[in-house]
């Protein structure tokens, strides 16, 4: 039985024949030749351009403080996108398919998506399908920009205060994007280097906690003058997360531990200082 049953309009607007298929997000901003021939029977109001390609040039990276859902950083599921679509807001949607994050979703309800806090606006417990918005921000801040009808994402419900604590702190909150520059294999483990901007690299440390495309992972070299850092991924690891799929040059979603943002803020504060004298 659906819980929500605002998703049958929503599932019969996606399944127009006429609906063009793009590939990636990043092609509704920049839709092929052909499809001025195509007649909608609906009205979609694309975000304008300008939206999603301006930057903010900003000091120093800015984070988000405000912590309203936790994860863990252990992915419960590998969902695939099963559309990605314009919304009437300016926005996009997304529905994507789980087997097992619905047994007690609500309206509202975050989900972490590729280490993306986003919020359940749809769902239908009978297709195992859920819907998120996507702003034009959470485009130009993340690697979902990247994803097509098909791909593969990490899925992980917010912390309940029941829940067993196996990764660490996640806000959901991506800090950045890096490359994939390299993945070598070890026996049946493998290594992964990512390279990211500098306003990054200085919070990721050996040994330390890092959320890539929302999976909780240990540092375990960091190459300054590369601008890099590395991890492993032993063999079950790879079985349930989606950074082995994703080639080099591909890009990765990042959160950096919270604890290095917070001891900065403290040093520059002078608090610490005042507490000496």
Known sequence: ????????????????????????????????????????????????????????????????????????????????????????????????????????????????????????????????????????????????????????VNLERALKPSTRMGGHFVQGHVDGTGEIVTKEREGDSLWVKVKTAPELLKYIVPKGFIAVDGTSLTVVKVFDEEECFNFMLVDYTQQKVVIPLKNVGQKVNLEVDILGKYVERLLSSGFVNAMIS
């Open 1 to 152: 039985m659906a819980i929500s049953s605002s998703l049958t309009p929503f599932s019969k607007t996606l399944a127009n024949p006429f609906f063009p298929k793009l590939s990636t997000i990043s092609h509704l901003l920049n839709p092929p030749p052909n499809t001025h021939n195509l007649k909608f029977t609906f009205n979609l109001k694309a975000p304008r351009l300008s939206l999603l390609l301006t930057t903010h040039h900003n000091p120093k990276p800015k984070f988000n403080s405000t912590i309203r859902s936790l994860f863990t950083g252990i992915v419960e599921d590998m969902g695939e996108v099963r559309h990605v679509g314009s919304s009437n807001d300016g926005g996009f949607t997304m529905r994507i398919h789980t087997k097992t994050l619905l047994e007690d979703v609500n309206l509202g309800d975050s989900i972490s998506v590729n280490g993306t806090c986003l919020t359940v606006t749809q769902f239908d417990t009978q297709l195992g399908e859920f819907v998120v918005g996507l702003s034009p921000e959470t485009l130009r801040k993340t690697s979902l920009i990247e994803l097509k009808n098909g791909s593969l």
